[in-house]
């Protein structure tokens, strides 16, 4: 700033500071009414709900955890069945454990080796028999 040697220079520089201090105040007020809308909580969990939505390997990772579960769950079923023996019980949570585990490692050659056995089924259908 220039130095300031009158009084109209004074009362003019006045003005302006409260001028710049109204609008300065305005500028705050509108970002205390923008932190408070994002700062409650349905506004919180709708972010948290978009932020996870448009996460680009979310899908893909939901995806191999339900795949995983699910195939835990199907080898435990099929190996214990309805049964109240507590040892077959223990036998096929650790089953199921143990699946769900290889399962989720391996998901991706999983996914590659059924979308081949559903290409060459595919295929076979296609293909006029001789």
Do not use: C, W
């Not at 710049?20 to 705050?28: D, I, K, P, S, T």
């Not at 195939?71 to 099929?78: E, F, V």
């Amino acid at each position: 700033m220039k130095k300031i040697t009158s009084i109209l220079e004074l009362k003019e520089s006045i003005l302006l500071l409260e001028i710049r201090q109204v609008q300065e105040g305005q500028l705050l007020k509108e970002q205390f009414k923008i932190t408070y809308e994002n700062l409650r909580p349905v506004n919180l969990i709708k972010n948290k709900f978009y932020e996870l939505a448009t996460t680009p390997n979310l899908k893909g990772d939901l995806l191999d955890a339900a795949l995983s579960l699910v195939a835990g769950y199907l080898s435990r079923k099929i190996a214990v069945g309805a049964t109240n023996n507590p040892l077959k019980q223990l036998l096929g949570t650790l089953l199921q454990m143990d699946v769900t585990s290889i399962v989720s490692k391996n998901t991706d050659e999983i996914k590659s080796t059924v979308m081949h056995l559903i290409n060459n089924i595919l295929n076979k259908k296609d293909t006029p028999n001789k």
